[in-house]
């Protein structure tokens, strides 16, 4: 009798921890944090929602990935504050970039755009549209170009 109330109170806490932490999707603004609407708004007000997939994970805060029907992909943390922007094909607004990585950019890659940009723990890493990856610092400070291992 006891196993079978310990296997049994085992199931129950194991079934709701697993649920959790289920992903969820939605179509609705209104799911996402005031921070990331207020992006959403300012940056990409006509662009129309594919998908918002809310994360929620075991050990750290929800965060929010938004994929948009143009194929640029938002992620967001549990704050609403943007951690990675990525435009495929297209150009990141550049209200979103650093005034020192913009001019970085124009004065040693004329020729092309800035189409993904992540916020990293170090500073930024961002990709240009000839596939080319470079590493900024948090004040925009260019550290070199990223190596893939």
């Known amino acids: 009798m006891k196993k079978l109330l310990i296997a049994l109170m085992l199931m129950v806490c194991c079934g709701g921890a697993a649920w959790a932490f289920v ?26 929602i ?24 938002i992620e967001f ?14 150009a990141v607004p550049e209200g979103l970039i650093k005034k020192p990585i913009r001019n970085y950019v124009k004065k040693n890659f004329p020729d ?21 990856e470079l590493k900024f610092d948090h004040i925009g400070t260019f550290k070199g170009v990223k190596m893939d291992d």
Request: aromatic fraction near 10%; glycine fraction near 4%; include cysteine.
């Open 112 to 132: 092309v755009k800035i189409v993904k940009i992540e916020k990293k723990s170090w500073g930024y890493e961002i990709e240009l549209s000839d596939d080319v």
């Open 77 to 90: 943390n549990n704050a609403g504050k943007w951690t990675s922007v990525d435009c495929k094909t297209r």
């Open 50 to 73: 594919g998908m918002i997939k809310v994360d929620r994970h075991l050990l750290k805060k929800t965060d929010y990935d938004v994929k948009f029907v143009n194929g640029t992909k």
């Open 23 to 48: 992903d969820s999707y939605v179509l609705n603004r209104d799911k996402l944090p005031e921070a990331a609407q207020q992006m959403l708004s300012e940056y990409f007000p006509k662009a129309k």
